[in-house]
């Protein structure tokens, strides 16, 4: 199975909105809807931001919302803050008990 | 809230087994509603899927690791372990546990640096 593709940058302003891709297969991202969205500050431990492709737990803000078309799945941050500056990572279920994640972008706001 | 904390030695020698325990507290690996994880993230590269265990012991392993993976679960220790053997430099990660809610990873340890070197 190989790595979900997702822009290594992206970046905006303060109070702007960002999107973040991920693209992958008919037999992971297009043939499930099983996409997860991470945010990883570095040195702390990931955090689930959406997971079945736009559902969010209970504490994330909406300005994050997931979506999916075709092979492609989407993250869009809603109105930037400076918080927001991490890394990102889908992650999706490929089939046969197996997952596979993004190689991760890199979010910067200006 | 649930926790969960990795240990294990941080350095490793080349061909060497690298094992790694992730203890959980407030909650228990024998629930039958989840799965636990492994997830590692190399220096500079991204996150890796390294394997899965249900509490009755069943596993998923990533196949480019099956081969020198086992992921194990001691339920009366409230922990799930990781050993994969004949280790080398690019298994050098960071890796994390977690509770794994069907397709998604709800909760995540802190994660711990494991360098692969003699």
């Known amino acids: 199975q190989s790595a979900l593709t997702q822009p290594p940058s992206a970046s905006g302003s303060p109070g702007q909105s960002v999107t973040i891709s991920c693209t992958g297969t008919?037999?992971?991202?297009?043939?499930?809807?099983?996409v997860s969205w991470y945010q990883h500050h570095p040195g702390k431990a990931p955090k689930l931001l959406t997971y079945?492709?736009?559902k969010r737990p209970s504490g994330v803000p909406d300005r994050f919302s997931g979506s999916k078309s075709g092979n492609t799945a989407s993250l869009t941050v809603s109105g930037l803050q400076a918080e927001d500056e991490a890394d990102y990572y889908c992650?999706?279920?490929?089939?046969?008990?197996?997952?596979?994640f993004g190689g991760g972008t890199k979010l910067t706001v200006l | 809230q649930l926790q969960l904390q990795e240990s294990g030695p941080w350095l490793v020698k080349p061909s060497e087994t690298l094992s790694l325990t992730c203890t959980v507290s407030?909650?228990?690996?024998?629930?039958?509603?989840?799965?636990w994880g492994w997830i590692r993230q190399p220096p500079g590269k991204g996150l890796e899927w390294i394997g899965t265990?249900?509490?009755?012991?069943?596993?998923y392993y990533n196949p480019s690791l099956k081969s020198r993976l086992t992921i194990s679960v001691d339920t009366s220790k409230n922990q799930f372990s990781l050993r994969l053997s004949s280790v080398t430099a690019a298994d050098t990660a960071v890796y994390y546990c977690?509770?794994?809610?069907?397709?998604?990873?709800?909760?995540w340890g802190q994660g711990t640096l494991v360098t692969v070197s003699s």
């Open positions: 977690t509770r794994q809610d069907g397709n998604y990873h709800d909760y």
């Open positions: 407030s909650g228990s690996v024998s629930s039958r509603t989840y799965y």
């Open positions: 265990i249900y509490y009755s012991g069943s596993t």
């Open positions: 008919s037999s992971d991202v297009g043939g499930y809807n099983s």
């Open positions: 079945e492709v736009s």
């Open positions: 992650c999706s279920y490929a089939g046969s008990n197996n997952w596979v």
